[in-house]
Structure formats: structure tokens, C-alpha cells
């Protein structure tokens, strides 16, 4: 489970990393500006740790501006931090193992992505929920469609 | 004395030599974050409770229905103009207080709120494979 980088701080929300995430998160980096990002997407990390108030879109492809989206097709259940500033935009793929337990498995820098419905985010979702598979394969992620509260506390439909 | 994990993530930041540009830009981004949700927190919280809406926030301070949105979606294009006049429309200014790093809490704890047992069943999920994910981010 990942702690908040700052000590002292309190753990109001879970999250549980793949081993490529937390290569991501903790290093070691390709280069000191790749470092920087890094170090920028834990704080956006920590956002979610911390129980500080998330904006969650409402709509797959809505919602631009949002720290949580789940992504289309909503029954797959695969949502994505996005940590959008600076460039280069980087999202963290993962599902919900329960209220406030995100297990964030996979990763990926925003340009490799493009356009919505392209091959390359049909594969990310994929991929993801392969991960999910392999780790969990007798247990469901949340399913519970609008019902955001089942999903995380403390959030914001944008 | 502090411990080891607080030492070591601060140590730079603490130490009087030149700061890490990486520890730089974590903290920057931290207090955006802050700032960010301490405005959307409050937002949440009037609305919730019928104090104000979104279209009567952005009506207040001048702007678009839709930049509301952008900024209460995320920090991005924030300045401190934006700051003030999200703060201000919901009848707020800030008031900023200062926390010593060097004599910061020493160490994390998990929120003691109550999980609902069919919840706890769940983030139980007590299987070999999910010991293989369990890891902790220990940088300092």
C-alpha cells in the first residue's frame, strides 16, 4: 500500500500499486526532468491518499478537466487518475476493490494514447483489466454505475 | 529526534545546500493541490447544502458557467486571481499559516474511520497473488 511522501500525514484512502506503477512512482527515472514529473504526479498521489476533495467526471467522455474518470465502456470498471499538469499528461489505470481501495496496475503517458476511441486506449483498458485477471481472478471490481459513494468518499461530479 | 523516513525524504529540503529541482516541483505542485481543494472543498459544502451553484458562483465572479467547470476540475491555468475570486465569490478570503518542516510529524497513520463489514470483507482480499502487489512507497 502506498503511504503519503509526507510523514505525519494520515492515510484516509487506500492504494494498492503494480509493480510498474511503483517503479513509476518511486524510481528510479530515465532522467532528472522525467524525475520532476514523477515527483509532481506523487503529489497528485497524495491527493488521492490524503482524502482531499477529487473531482470525478461525470461521463466517459466528458469531464476533461477531472482527477478520476472512469473509462468507456463504464462496465468494465476501468477508471484512471489523471495527472494532468504539467506536460507531459500522465494516467495511472486501475479499478476499485472497494470504497476508497484503488488498485492502480497500470500506466501510461497521455500522447501515447490519442484520440478518443482509438486502438491505443482500447489497449490500455485492456491491458488493465488483464492485470486485474491475473491478481484478482475470483474477485469482481466495484460495479456500482452512478453510484459514485460506493467508489471513493469526498468527491466532486464535474 | 526525527526518524529515519523523515530525515531522508527532508533532508535536502532541510539541509541548507541547493534543493532538488525533483523536490521542488513536489512541493509546488503540493500546495496547488491544497489550494485546489480547499476551494473545491468549500464549494462541495455550499452546494451540498444549497448555499450556492455553480452557475451563481461563475454569474458572481464574472466568468462562464464552463470555466467554473475547468476550475473546479482541476489546478491547471490557476493563478492567484483565481484563487481569490473562487474564494471571494463564495464569501472567503484566505488566510495563510506556515508549518515548520523541521519539527513536521514524524510519521503516517490510517484513517480511523469505521469500514462497513461486507467493505472490509472486500479490502480484505487476503490471496497469494495480491501479496505480490502489496508495496510500500518509502522514499524517505
Known amino acids: 500500500m502506498v503511504s503519503p511522501t509526507m510523514p505525519g500525514t494520515m492515510i484516509v484512502r487506500r492504494l494498492f500499486v503494480s509493480a510498474e506503477v511503483r517503479a513509476l512512482l518511486q524510481g528510479p527515472w530515465v532522467d ?6 514523477c515527483y509532481e504526479l506523487r503529489a497528485d498521489i497524495d491527493r488521492y491518499i490524503t482524502g482531499q476533495i477529487l473531482p470525478v467526471a461525470q461521463e466517459p467522455f466528458q469531464g476533461k478537466h477531472s ?4 473509462l468507456h465502456r463504464e462496465e468494465d470498471e476501468v477508471w484512471e487518475i489523471r495527472s ?9 489505470f486501475g479499478r476499485f476493490a ?10 501510461s503517458k497521455r500522447a501515447k494514447l490519442k484520440g478518443p476511441h482509438s486502438r491505443e486506449w482500447r489497449d490500455a483498458i485492456e491491458m488493465c483489466k488483464a492485470e486485474w485477471r491475473k491478481l484478482f481472478p475470483a474477485y469482481d471490481p466495484v460495479n456500482a454505475e452512478t453510484d ?8 466532486l461530479l464535474v | 529526534m526525527p526518524n529515519t523516513s523523515q530525515t531522508t525524504f527532508l533532508s535536502d529540503v532541510l539541509s541548507g545546500e541547493p534543493i532538488p529541482q525533483a523536490k521542488l516541483a513536489y512541493f509546488r505542485a503540493r500546495l496547488g493541490n491544497e489550494l485546489h481543494a480547499m476551494v473545491l472543498q468549500q464549494f462541495a459544502d455550499q452546494e451540498r447544502n444549497g448555499k450556492i451553484t455553480r452557475a451563481q458562483l461563475a454569474r458572481r465572479i464574472g466568468r462562464k458557467p464552463e470555466q467554473l467547470t475547468r476550475w473546479l476540475g482541476t ?13 471571494l465569490g463564495m464569501g472567503y478570503e484566505l488566510k495563510p499559516s506556515l508549518v515548520n518542516l523541521r519539527t513536521a510529524p ?3 497513520a ?9 467493505e472490509h470483507d472486500r479490502t480484505v482480499l487476503n490471496t497469494a497473488k495480491l501479496a505480490e502487489t502489496r508495496t510500500t512507497i518509502c522514499v524517505y
Do not use: M
Open chain 2, 110 to 118: 490510517t484513517s480511523q474511520q469505521p469500514v462497513a463489514a461486507h
Open chain 2, 106 to 108: 514524524q510519521s503516517n
Open chain 1, 84 to 92: 494532468i499538469d504539467p506536460n507531459p499528461g500522465i494516467r495511472i
Open chain 1, 32 to 37: 532528472t526532468d522525467w524525475e520532476v514529473r
Open chain 1, 67 to 70: 482527477y478520476f474518470k472512469r
Open chain 1, 148 to 155: 459514485y459513494a460506493q467508489y471513493l468518499t469526498n468527491y
Open chain 2, 75 to 87: 489546478r491547471s491555468n490557476w493563478t492567484i486571481e483565481t484563487l481569490s475570486d473562487l474564494l
Open chain 1, 98 to 107: 472497494a470504497r476508497n481501495c484503488f488498485i492502480a496496475l497500470t500506466w
